[in-house]
């Protein structure tokens, strides 16, 4: 069965600090990959989303970045974290046009 | 990005009440699908739906695919305690873009 991992599951940074999230899938090949922010009590934002390695669709321009250095790794990046950064983000996966399943979330503040 | 919203955004209700939320967008979408999110978790799939029209039941929740296939309904039966979170709709694009409604927030009173 496939499985998505996030991590870390809580992070505290100092404005200004770089910023590296992890998220990989196990147990399926060349999925459609996503990371989503969360405001408090806010619906989802699609950040970025790829459809294969070293391809990367950005929804919205902002001071973050994402890379997929293989096939079943997502990386968010910031190499300076702004107060705004703050927020709960989340991975997801998903095959083709079906539904998407998400990790457990990692809750940044930017301090 | 595209813009699915929901109604409405937080809902009160007794416990054993029925629930009704709906999702519309302006694009018309192939698959909508339903989620819940618990505090501090990542929301889980609850139900899918493929075709225009379908109508789609797990346990007390029932989901519809409307026939204009730019919105679709949940409703929850008899609702209790557990039934609290935030429901999102959902739906992919041909672009593999996915986007989810601006979520309605649930609070069951016992």
């Known amino acids: 069965s496939q499985t998505i991992h996030q991590w870390p599951a809580t992070l505290v940074q100092p404005v200004g600090s770089p910023l590296s999230l992890e998220c990989t899938v196990e147990?399926?090949?060349?999925?459609?990959l996503y990371w989503y922010r969360q405001a408090a009590g806010r619906g989802l934002q699609l950040l970025f989303y790829?459809?294969?390695?070293?391809?990367i669709s950005s929804e919205v321009p902002q001071n973050l970045s994402a890379s997929r250095p293989q096939d079943r790794q997502f990386i968010l990046s910031s190499k300076k974290l702004l107060l705004s950064d703050s927020g709960f983000y989340l991975c997801?996966?998903?095959?083709?046009?079906?539904?998407?399943?998400f990790g457990q979330g990692t809750r940044l503040t930017v301090v | 990005g595209q813009q699915l919203n929901q109604s409405p955004q937080s809902m009160f209700i007794q416990e054993g009440e029925d629930v009704s939320m709906n999702c519309t967008s302006s694009?018309?979408?192939?698959?909508w699908l339903w989620y819940k999110q618990d505090p501090g978790e990542g929301p889980v799939l609850l139900i899918a739906?493929?075709?225009?029209?379908e109508l789609t039941s797990n346990g007390r929740l029932t989901a519809q695919f409307g026939i204009t296939r730019k919105d679709s309904f949940l409703n929850i039966s008899a609702s209790i305690p557990s039934d609290v979170g935030i429901y999102f709709c959902?739906?992919?694009?041909?672009?593999?873009?996915?986007?989810f409604g601006t979520g309605t927030s649930l609070t069951v009173i016992p």
């Open positions: 997801a996966w998903s095959a083709w046009g079906a539904e998407s399943f």
């Open positions: 147990g399926t090949s060349n999925p459609n």
């Open positions: 790829s459809v294969g390695i070293g391809q």
């Open positions: 694009s018309i979408f192939n698959t």
């Open positions: 739906l493929y075709k225009a029209g």
């Open positions: 959902a739906g992919p694009q041909p672009g593999n873009q996915f986007y």
